[in-house]
């Protein structure tokens, strides 16, 4: 189990890893510079937001991870659990992804679903310290503890407080990453930036396939998103494989596939699978504290400096 846990461990420290660097206005010692996280695309003005909403892959790490720290009998792994009986309400059908959709290899790149929004806020600040402590490492301010314990595991907190064993004498690094739910005004944003890549790569595209798939999918955007109303085109998932898949600024599935949790108490953005097929709403917001099958969530992050 140990062998497991450190392959996969090893494999999301990977995927951690840092894609590109861009310049902003955050002081970081001798040197101002930020990076984009992974999965994420620069929104401007030191905000970042996640290509695609959280996997059940990415969860079953986490689950892994807090497993590993406090054990599977714990109360702070059982916190973590998705609800897979959320699929029980879909009907007598959708009875078996209550005990293969999370985990099963087929749906390991698709949306968590079945957490609360209290559990994503959680995940989002797990995620901050994990990625975090993977900078610290590779940029030599701290040592890599390979079983970390309930005692002496990373996180910011632990860090500026010098709390952590594995801390490098030195400098202390700066600016720390911050990943959490986006707000409704941040969703607005996120929303009109997908839009407008999406135009230009309608008017861009010269795929066959792209085209037939542009011209029988459709979406009424809303009111004061991108081009002011006007019906333009969604991606698709065959328009997506045949003309955004390498698209570095590419923001998937805003309004469908699930909805996404916001920052604000009982709130969520878009609209879920359940939703195919019927008139959209004339909102992007619900308000709802449910736990279900189609809600998920995604991240954005913004880079911090930590106070002195």
């Known amino acids: 189990m140990l062998k497991l846990f450190v392959g996969i461990y090893l494999h999301f420290l990977l995927f951690l890893l840092i894609s590109c660097r861009s310049a902003n206005e955050l002081r970081d010692n001798e040197a101002i510079s930020s990076e984009t996280p992974p999965n994420g695309v620069c929104l401007g003005n030191n905000l970042y937001c996640d290509q695609t909403e959280m996997t059940n892959f990415a969860w079953m790490e986490y689950m892994?991870?807090?497993?590993?720290?406090?054990?599977?009998?714990?109360?702070?792994?059982?916190?973590?659990?998705?609800?897979?009986?959320?699929?029980?309400?879909?009907?007598?059908?959708?009875?078996?992804?209550?005990?293969?959709?999370?985990?099963?290899?087929?749906?390991?790149?698709?949306?968590?679903?079945?957490?609360?929004?209290?559990?994503?806020?959680?995940?989002?600040?797990?995620?901050?310290?994990?990625?975090?402590?993977?900078?610290?490492?590779?940029?030599?301010?701290?040592?890599?503890?390979?079983?970390?314990?309930?005692?002496?595991?990373?996180?910011?907190?632990?860090?500026?407080?010098?709390?952590?064993?594995?801390?490098?004498?030195?400098?202390?690094?700066?600016?720390?990453?911050e990943f959490r739910l986006p707000t409704t005004d941040e969703w607005i944003r996120i929303e009109q930036f997908a839009d407008s890549v999406h135009a230009t790569r309608v008017e861009e595209c010269t795929s066959m396939k792209c085209r037939e798939c542009l011209s029988r999918y459709k979406v009424l955007i809303g009111v004061d998103a991108f081009r002011n109303g006007e019906t333009i085109a969604s991606p698709t998932a065959d328009v997506y494989e045949a003309c955004w898949k390498d698209e570095p600024s590419m923001i998937t599935h805003i309004r469908g596939n699930v909805r996404e949790w916001l920052a604000e108490p009982g709130m969520a953005a878009g609209w879920g699978w359940n939703d195919q097929g019927e008139p959209l709403p004339m909102s992007r917001f619900v308000r709802t504290d449910s736990v279900d099958a189609w809600t998920g969530f995604r991240n954005v992050c913004v880079w911090k400096t930590a106070k002195p």
Request: neutral net charge.
């Open 64 to 177: 892994l991870w807090v497993e590993s720290i406090f054990g599977k009998n714990s109360s702070e792994y059982s916190a973590v659990l998705p609800d897979t009986s959320v699929w029980m309400a879909v009907g007598d059908s959708s009875g078996i992804y209550s005990r293969y959709y999370l985990t099963h290899p087929a749906y390991r790149d698709c949306p968590v679903v079945g957490v609360s929004q209290q559990q994503a806020k959680d995940y989002s600040r797990w995620r901050s310290d994990r990625v975090f402590e993977t900078i610290l490492v590779r940029d030599g301010y701290i040592n890599r503890i390979a079983v970390q314990t309930r005692e002496n595991y990373f996180s910011r907190e632990s860090y500026y407080a010098s709390a952590f064993s594995g801390i490098l004498p030195g400098k202390i690094k700066e600016t720390y990453p």
